[in-house]
């Protein structure tokens, strides 16, 4: 059985909001989108590989192969619009079937999982300050600060098909796992540490969980759209 809780806010300075989300505990399918792009591209965007990943997971494909999919159809789209600005999304998408799961990320929106009381960041940002981190010339302790921390690496419907890493992780969803999919609007705003202790709670419900997280990250600075999920398994 699967308990979830979902909810997004344009946050305190933004005039739109570009993120999207899907949520189907039957399909076992939740995934955050964080578009980017001027002249509501980024919405367009979110919104077209949020649909295209629904549609093939529904006929069957699996969750890597959905992505690579979505990608490629918003890069044809986006390469066949006569326009200045850019049009990508990143995705964070996570499918329960039985008892396991799968994730696949691309860009820079996150996926966590709370397993025997702790909280671990599942998948690996494509980021310019991951790369440093990775590295080894970026102290972990500065990434979440460091001027260039918005800068991608990847993004669908910017990388080239042939060049797009999709990030991807599989594993036991164990009877009380927590996953935690949300868009860098709400990391920007909590520290891991903030998170653990709201999606650690188990005197609230998935949906209350949730609402306290975007409660929390518009207390601080709320500066992009956040877009938070809460699937936990039972």
């Known amino acids: 059985m699967i308990e979830f809780g979902h909810g997004t806010h344009v946050g305190l300075r933004r005039a739109r909001n570009?993120?999207?989300?899907?949520?189907?505990?039957?399909?076992?399918?939740?995934?955050?989108?964080?578009?980017?792009?001027?002249?509501?591209?980024?919405?367009?965007a979110s919104a077209l590989v949020r649909d295209a990943i629904v549609e093939q997971v529904a006929r069957g494909r699996g969750l890597v192969e959905a992505v690579r999919g979505a990608g490629e159809r918003l890069f044809r789209h986006s390469s066949a619009?006569?326009?200045?600005?850019?049009?990508?999304?990143?995705?964070?998408?996570?499918?329960?079937?039985?008892?396991?799961?799968?994730?696949?990320?691309?860009g820079d929106s996150r996926i966590y999982l709370w397993q025997g009381g702790a909280l671990r960041q599942v998948s690996h940002d494509h980021s310019l300050v991951q790369?440093?981190?990775?590295?080894?010339?970026?102290?972990?302790?500065?990434?979440d600060r460091h001027p260039q921390r918005n800068v991608l690496t990847q993004a669908l419907g910017v990388t080239a098909t042939e060049?797009?890493?999709?990030?991807?992780?599989?594993?036991?969803?164990?009877?009380?796992?927590?996953?935690m999919l949300?868009?860098?609007?709400?990391?920007?705003?909590?520290?891991?540490?903030?998170?653990?202790?709201?999606?650690?709670?188990?005197?609230?419900?998935?949906?209350?969980?949730?609402?306290h997280l975007l409660l929390a990250a518009l207390d601080g600075s709320a500066d992009d759209n956040i877009t938070v999920i809460l699937a936990r398994v039972s």
């Open 182 to 211: 949300c868009s860098d609007g709400l990391t920007e705003s909590l520290s891991d540490a903030a998170i653990a202790r709201i999606v650690g709670r188990t005197d609230l419900a998935a949906q209350e969980c949730v609402d």
């Open 131 to 143: 790369e440093l981190v990775a590295a080894g010339q970026l102290d972990p302790a500065l990434a």
């Open 81 to 106: 619009t006569a326009d200045q600005f850019p049009m990508g999304t990143t995705v964070a998408a996570l499918r329960l079937g039985g008892d396991r799961y799968e994730v696949a990320w691309v």
């Open 163 to 179: 060049q797009l890493h999709i990030g991807m992780a599989r594993g036991p969803a164990e009877p009380g796992s927590r996953f």
């Open 18 to 44: 570009e993120d999207t989300y899907y949520a189907d505990p039957a399909l076992g399918l939740f995934l955050v989108a964080d578009g980017m792009g001027g002249h509501q591209h980024g919405e367009v």
